[in-house]
C-alpha cells in the first residue's frame, strides 16, 4: 500500500487475456480530449517532456509517446514496480524508444518542481484516498505554463443492457473492491471540485465529458475475457476474501461470456476531462 491506504495493483501473474483487457486503451480512446492540447504544444516546443502517473501496463503512456513524436519523451511511473516490465515491453513492441518507466507515488512524486510540461493521469483518482493531495502534487511537477490532465469515470452513471445476474454482480463487485481500497464511485462528478480544492484556478481549468462505451463485438470480447481470467486466476483467492463464493465467480463468468455474445449488448459510463493550465 502506499501512504494514502490505496492499495498497488499486484499484476504479477495475470494472463495476457487480462493485459488485453487493459492494453486496448490508447490515447486514442482515452485521452482524446488532450491531443490538440499536445499538438498546439509541440508547435512551440516539439521536446515536451510528458509524465503519465499509475499508468499500468502503458498502453496510454506508449502512445501518448507516439503522438509528442521522437523528439518528446514520456516518463511512464505507476506505484507498482511488478507492472513496470509489462508496461516497457509492450513500448518495445510497438517500436516506441521515447519513453522511460519509473515506479513512483502520485503523493510524493520523486521529481523536482515544474519538471514536466505536461501531467497526465487515466482513472487514478478514484481508486485513492486522498486525491486532491495526490492533484497537487502533480501540479508541483508541472512547469509553469505546461498542463495537468487528468480523466475520470463515474462508476455510479453505469449503464449496461442487458442487466444479467452476473454481469450486475461483478460491477458490484468492483465497487466493493474500489471502496475498500479507499476510492470513490464519484470521481467523474468530483473532478473539477478536487481541481479547484487543489489550488487550481476557475480560470485555470477546461472541463468536458466523455462516455466509455463498450457495444463493439471485438471490445466485448475482451472486456468478458478480461474478467473470467481475473476471477479464475491467481487473484480468484482474493475475490473468495472479499465476499464472493465460488457460485458467484462461476455465475459472473457465465454471464459476462453471454452478454458478450449478444447484439444487443451495451456499457455506458460518464467520463468526466479536466485540463488545468498552470
Not at 509528442?68 to 516497457?88: R, Y
Not at 521529481?111 to 486525491?131: A, K, S, Y
Not at 474478467?227 to 480468484?236: D, E, H
Request: aromatic share 8%; with cysteine.
Amino acid at each position: 500500500m502506499d501512504k494514502s491506504g490505496a492499495a498497488a495493483v499486484d499484476y504479477r501473474g495475470l494472463g495476457k487475456d487480462v493485459f488485453e483487457f487493459f492494453t486496448h486503451r490508447t490515447a486514442f480512446n482515452s485521452a482524446a480530449y488532450l491531443l490538440p492540447t499536445i499538438e498546439s504544444m509541440k508547435k512551440e516546443n516539439p521536446r515536451l517532456r510528458l509524465l503519465d502517473v499509475g499508468a499500468g501496463v502503458g498502453s496510454v503512456s506508449a502512445t501518448l509517446a507516439e503522438v509528442l513524436g521522437p523528439d518528446g519523451h514520456v516518463v511512464c511511473t505507476d506505484l507498482a514496480p511488478s507492472v513496470l516490465p509489462q508496461a516497457q515491453a509492450l513500448a518495445e513492441s510497438r517500436g516506441v524508444t521515447n519513453i522511460s518507466f519509473q515506479t513512483a507515488d502520485v503523493h510524493a512524486l520523486p521529481f523536482e518542481d515544474g519538471e514536466f510540461d505536461i501531467v497526465h493521469c487515466h482513472q487514478l483518482f478514484g481508486h485513492i484516498r486522498d486525491p486532491v493531495a495526490a492533484l497537487r502534487e502533480m501540479l508541483r511537477v508541472t512547469k509553469p505554463g505546461g498542463v495537468m490532465a487528468a480523466r475520470e469515470g463515474d462508476k455510479e452513471t453505469e449503464i449496461i443492457w442487458p442487466p444479467l445476474p452476473g454481469v450486475l454482480k461483478w460491477h458490484e463487485f468492483d465497487s466493493n473492491v474500489a471502496k475498500a481500497h479507499g476510492g470513490t464511485l464519484t470521481a467523474g462528478r468530483q473532478l473539477l471540485a478536487w481541481a479547484l480544492e487543489g489550488g487550481a484556478k476557475r480560470d485555470q481549468i477546461t472541463v468536458s465529458y466523455g462516455t466509455w462505451l463498450t457495444s463493439e463485438e471485438a471490445t466485448k470480447a475482451v472486456y468478458a475475457r478480461g474478467i473470467s481470467k481475473v476471477l479464475t486466476g491467481p487473484t480468484r483467492q482474493n475475490a473468495l476474501k472479499f465476499g464472493l463464493s465460488e457460485e458467484d465467480i462461476d455465475e459472473i463468468c457465465r454471464d459476462t461470456l453471454a452478454w458478450a455474445d449478444r447484439e444487443d449488448a451495451t456499457w455506458l459510463m460518464l467520463q468526466t476531462e479536466i485540463i488545468i493550465r498552470k
